[in-house]
């Protein structure tokens, strides 16, 4: 091998050495931060769709896991009172235009909305991104409803021969939050003995 190709080879492999230690170092040191402020945003997230005085539990510690019917595990929060299960919350996701549009659905034991929220999107800022509660209160139009009120045929957009608005100029966005509540109204009558069951 050349010598000179040999010594930047040395030096290259030192940097590489370097930068890997000092990332290992840093991951290490905020582990535990990045571990906390993830159960912080969690919590906020919750407080959002279930109301505080529901419960005097922590929600996060009472969480249980469940199978979805395409085999991969939820985690669904419980929110209890004097030892029983006040509500429920758990991720559901829908088809927006820009991608998966990731929501925290809170539901009460008789299968009513409680509160939704977006936790996570891609969705085009002044349109799609009006399913966020710091643009619009379009998502807390949900709270109350339950797969009777609307009937579950009518749990679409207005364009779509249901009850729910949509934006102007942007449709898919909202057809695809209405279709992951709907679907996770379904998802709770389906597992709803598991999920309030106090063991």
């Not at 010594?7 to 230690?21: E, M, R, W």
């Not at 159960?39 to 929600?59: K, R």
């Not at 991969?72 to 030892?83: C, E, F, I, N, S």
Request: glycine fraction near 12%; hydrophobic fraction near 40%; aromatic fraction near 6%.
């Amino acid at each position: 091998m050349n010598p000179r190709t040999l010594i930047h080879a040395v030096i290259l492999g030192a940097f590489c050495t370097g930068f890997g230690i000092v990332l290992a170092a840093t991951d290490r040191a905020t582990h535990d931060q990045i571990k906390q402020r993830a159960l912080e945003d969690m919590q906020n997230s919750l407080s959002q769709v279930i109301p505080p005085g529901l419960h005097d539990n922590n929600p996060v510690k009472d969480a249980i896991q469940l199978t979805t019917d395409g085999g991969k595990t939820l985690t669904v929060y419980r929110a209890m009172k004097d030892g029983k299960v006040t509500g429920v919350a758990y991720q559901i996701v829908g088809n927006g235009y820009a991608g998966p549009v990731k929501l925290m659905l809170g539901v009460d034991p008789n299968g009513h909305v409680l509160g939704v929220r977006a936790t996570e999107h891609h969705e085009t800022p002044g349109l799609g991104d009006k399913i966020d509660i710091a643009k619009t209160d379009w998502i807390t139009k949900f709270t109350g409803r339950w797969l009777g009120n609307p009937p579950e045929d009518k749990w679409k957009v207005k364009k779509d021969g249901g009850v729910f608005d949509q934006f102007s100029g942007a449709t898919i966005t909202p057809r695809g939050v209405v279709g992951a509540i709907r679907k996770g109204l379904l998802f709770f009558a389906a597992h709803k003995d598991q999920m309030l069951e106090v063991r």
